[in-house]
């Protein structure tokens, strides 16, 4: 999805310009931080090759303590990313291969009789993981879906009415096929915003696959190491130091004036949601901080919209990309001092 650029001549010219592969003075991230940080991108960079705008992507949703939906083709990678980001990641790994005979407590757990000491005894199910994987969300059946719906929103499930409490850092990771709609069902809109954001991945350019082709045939992805994974503290404080990633107020009158533009549009049946609002924020300061930044600019907000706003409006007539652009086109952008 290209990111719409801010044409409109009424726009106010931004003070300051920010670019995601420019190197700021700002640098809130320690040297500990920046080095597993640049580790993570160049291993997810060697296993999806010439995408480095999508990684950045994906790292900004992790960050910004979001859940991602990878839509994209078949064979483009969606499945190898999420794996190759887990074993970056020294905690737990639970999978999902979603399939319409998967049940609820397939995901969450179930209560088991213990005949021995005459008592239920809880066995957890892959939610209770630091990253879910679930490959082929739109194959499972709606009541299944809706088994997501409390661990990623609330970070919690409820089984036999006791709630039981999910890691803090707990990230869904999931993977669906828009082209094929056989034994398929579409994600209803309260489950979609329950996801940071939606990413394509799209086909590699040539050099990228030329690479690929190069490579030698069965060559297995390369394991990380013990000191090349980002352990499960050093995650949280890294998600500490995004959301402490100041926005000025008149960088967030300028998200309020986009979220209300999406209600007022005629194309647009649904907009943004305040818990829209908030998510899109979020990743905007997450993108602000992989670019070494400790505050947010309007252009942050512009280029994380179109993946932000892609599970978020539903459409009455038009396409989304080209509202997307209308909306950052027409909506003024505020001249600041940070």
Known sequence: MTTPVLTTPTATHLTMTTSMMTTSTITPTSTTAKRQLDSLRDRLNGVLLGKRRQIELVLACLLA??????DDLPGTGKTTLAKTLAACLSGR??????????????????NLFNQKTREFEFHPGPVFSDILLADEINRTTPRTQ?????????????????????????????????????????LPEAQLDRFAMRLEIGYPDREAQLAMLAQPVGEGEPVATE?????????????????????????QGYLVDLVEATRRHESIELGVSPRGMLSWQRVA?????????????????????PHVLAVRLVMRTGTETAVVESLLNDTPVPDYRT
């Open 65 to 70: 303590h979001g859940h991602l939906l990878l």
């Open 93 to 110: 790994f639970g999978r999902l291969q979603c399939t319409p005979d998967l049940l609820p407590t397939d995901i969450t757990g179930f």
């Open 146 to 186: 809706s088994a997501l719906l409390e661990a990623m929103a609330e970070r919690q499930v409820t089984i036999d009415a006791v709630p039981h409490r999910l890691v803090d850092t707990f990230f869904v990771i999931a993977t669906q096929n828009p082209i094929d709609s056989h034994g398929a069902y579409p």
């Open 227 to 251: 000191t090349d994974r980002l352990s499960i503290e050093d995650l949280r404080n890294l998600q500490r130091r995004v959301a402490a990633v100041t926005v000025h107020p008149a960088v």
């Open 285 to 305: 300061q997450a993108w602000a901080f992989l670019d070494g930044r400790d505050f947010v600019t309007p252009q942050d907000i512009q280029d994380v919209a």
